[in-house]
């Protein structure tokens, strides 16, 4: 099978075999569609470490064609989706109910072979199926929607005045769930902007492209006692002003990922459409120049279209 590897070098593209079910809860899926986003381009080159050569990717859909004895959850031909984070499941913190919040998990794509390939193999606990109503390419688009949709867990209400640091579709991702959750007084503010917004203003303020300048600008533009919610999965140090911070009594809150049945819900929703945040669609084979171009490009987003007859069939409505 054709595969984006990643390995000393730069990613290249090559023939892997295609892999099997091996374990008693493994699925094995065909992929339809696979999204590129910032840490596979990190993991390209070299910022993230894959430890030896990896397979990237880790948002995507497919088909299962094949499972372990074991496996419960999903059947031959369902149509599904996978949450790529895989909890360790032994950890106190795994033992305790808390596998979101596992500091030994692993990834897809960085410590096991990813989705820019066209089969793949997972354990079954991380495979979800696609509402009957959801496309392949909008189920490709659930992972980063997990990841917008747990702004949520950081305690805001939709009385409240909010603003989104960084013009680029994640903030427009935000921007639409929290509107379809009631949250009506919300902007999104370009951080290259010449204007600034007014000091004390905001309730609370997400940033997406996080930077030590963008952290000052939200920092004054909170209220006293407002909240600093962190998406960015800046893998170097930004800093930021412990003055500022202290003097507002400011709350600075992380999120993850939210609740993956809840993501999936959401997607379904006919209130809801993300269809027009989606850009081009290429083949594995083109993958140097998507990128490149991916390194200064935030806007739609991009996939690879994996198995044309998989991708050629995905004719369930676009909303």
Do not use: W
């Not at 979101?100 to 998990?105: A, E, K, P, R, V």
């Not at 992972?143 to 005045?161: D, H, M, N, Y």
């Not at 905001?202 to 006293?224: C, G, W």
């Not at 269809?275 to 935030?298: M, P, Q, Y």
């Amino acid at each position: 099978m054709q595969a984006i590897i990643r390995t000393t070098e730069y990613a290249h593209i090559d023939q892997k075999t295609i892999p099997t079910v091996s374990n008693a809860d493994d699925v094995l899926i065909r992929i339809a569609y696979a999204g590129l986003c910032r840490t596979d381009v990190y993991a390209a080159n070299g910022l993230i470490d894959t430890k030896g050569e990896r397979v990237l990717g880790h948002e995507f859909s497919g088909v299962v064609i094949g499972t372990g004895s074991d496996v419960k959850n999903v059947s031959l031909t369902d149509r599904v989706t996978v949450m790529p984070i895989m909890a360790c499941g032994i950890c106190e913190l795994c033992q305790n109910g808390n596998k979101d919040l596992c500091q030994d998990s692993l990834m897809l794509g960085i410590d096991r072979d990813g989705a820019f390939a066209e089969y793949i193999v997972v354990p079954a606990n991380i495979v979800y199926k696609l509402p009957d109503n959801v496309s392949f390419k909008q189920g490709a688009y659930s992972e980063p929607l997990a990841a917008s949709l747990s702004v949520l867990k950081a305690g805001i209400k939709p009385e409240q005045k909010g603003v989104i640091f960084g013009e680029n579709r994640f903030s427009h991702l935000i921007s639409r769930i929290l509107k379809v959750n009631g949250f009506e007084d919300v902007v999104i503010q370009d951080v290259e902007s010449s204007t600034r917004l007014k000091d004390n203003t905001y309730d609370f303020v997400i940033e997406t492209l996080a930077s030590s300048e963008v952290m000052e600008q939200a920092f004054a533009a909170a209220k006293p006692k407002g909240t600093i919610i962190l998406k960015s999965r800046r893998h170097d140090l930004v800093g930021i002003n412990f003055n500022q911070a202290v003097r507002k009594e400011l709350s600075i809150k992380a999120v993850n990922y939210a609740d993956f049945d809840e993501t999936l819900a959401l997607l379904a929703r006919d209130d809801f459409s993300i269809d027009d945040l989606f850009g081009e669609s290429f083949a594995l084979g083109e993958f140097k120049g998507v990128f490149k171009d991916a390194e200064t490009n935030e806007g739609l987003k991009i996939f690879f279209a994996v198995n044309d007859d998989l991708v050629e069939s995905d004719n369930v409505r676009l909303r």
